[in-house]
């Protein structure tokens, strides 16, 4: 299933919310590329990027091997540390409750996502792990960046798949 679209191209020189969702969103790229559900993430730390990942579960057989899973562990071997306070970690997609509980568990500062998930969403989209009361750490979340490209990518990947499958279905 070939990959309609285009990775983007962001200026180097202005290093904002949307800089880094283009390179998770080429990270999403690269998974489609491997035929796994486009969702990438990558982490900054004092300007740098110093993580980047995508989706991985069906080429590592492995339903932990998410893009931000992947991503805080590149993270943490970079920095020399699990504790991650002062990383923003972008990611296309709300993160799940397996990957929002990693982040909580990171100690990052902050977590960028493009698309809200209703259903699986852990950030405020079907429940909020953030908002636990009792724990120590929280995170600042922002959300809606680069959001109409990051849905059409993964949407689009989900209507290919339905109809590819529906296909053998049919013969
Ligand atoms: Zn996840």
Redesign the pocket.
């Known amino acids: 299933m070939e990959c309609p679209f285009e990775k983007v191209h962001p200026s180097q020189l202005l290093r904002d919310d949307l800089f880094y969702m283009k390179l998770a969103y080429n990270q999403a790229i690269d998974a489609w590329r491997e035929e796994e559900v486009p ?1 990438g993430a990558v982490i900054e730390w004092e300007g740098e990027v110093i993580a980047k990942a995508h ?1 991985r579960i069906e080429g590592t057989g492995d339903p ?1 091997a ?4 992947l991503a805080l562990t590149q993270a943490s071997h970079r920095i020399g540390d699990w504790r991650l306070n002062g990383c923003t970690l972008y990611v296309t997609k709300e ?6 509980g ?1 982040l909580l568990m990171s100690r990052v500062s902050r977590v960028v996502f493009a698309v809200a998930d209703a259903k ?1 969403g852990c950030l405020g989209g079907a429940a909020d792990l953030n908002a636990l009361p009792l724990i120590n750490h929280h995170f600042t979340i922002s959300k809606g960046v680069f959001e109409a490209e990051c849905r059409e990518l993964i949407q689009t990947f989900f209507e290919k798949k339905r109809k590819s499958q529906g296909q053998k279905f049919d013969d």
Request: charged share 5%.
């Open positions: 969702v989706n932990t998410h893009a931000e899973m993160p799940c409750p397996m990957c929002s990693a699986m």
